[in-house]
């Protein structure tokens, strides 16, 4: 069973970066596509970026050139640098793992952007 524990959040001001790290267990890390998902306050889950065993990523068009998503295999860990950030990245950032049909959550870490 997957089991994902993000860190990383908090409060930041408008310009400044915050680095997001998700632990994964219980699962053969390498072989799942990793990404992160942001929930802002009454919207909708929405995938911010994600990537595959073999590295490659893809990005919100919102965060392309001020966020970057890695993955250390060695670790079972990912990553999410958050530069430039702006009040409209806040929200609660989640963890996903999947692999087919298998697909799992971490419980989330708030991001808040505000001066």
């Known amino acids: 069973q997957v089991q994902l524990v993000e860190s990383g959040g908090g409060l930041v001001q408008p310009g400044g970066s915050l680095r997001l790290s998700c632990a994964a267990s219980?699962?053969?890390?390498?072989?799942?596509?990793m990404g992160w998902y942001r929930q802002a306050p009454e919207e909708q889950r929405e995938l911010v970026a994600f990537?595959?065993?073999?590295?490659?990523?893809n990005y919100e068009d919102a965060v392309k050139g001020r966020f970057t998503i890695s993955r250390d295999n060695t670790k079972n860990t990912v990553y999410l640098q958050m530069n430039s950030l702006k009040p409209e990245d806040t929200g609660v950032y989640y963890c996903?793992?999947?692999?087919?049909?298998?697909?799992?959550w971490g419980q989330g870490t708030q991001v808040t952007v505000s001066s």
């Open positions: 219980g699962i053969i890390f390498s072989s799942y596509v």
């Open positions: 996903n793992a999947k692999l087919g049909s298998r697909n799992g």
């Open positions: 990537i595959t065993g073999g590295g490659l990523t």
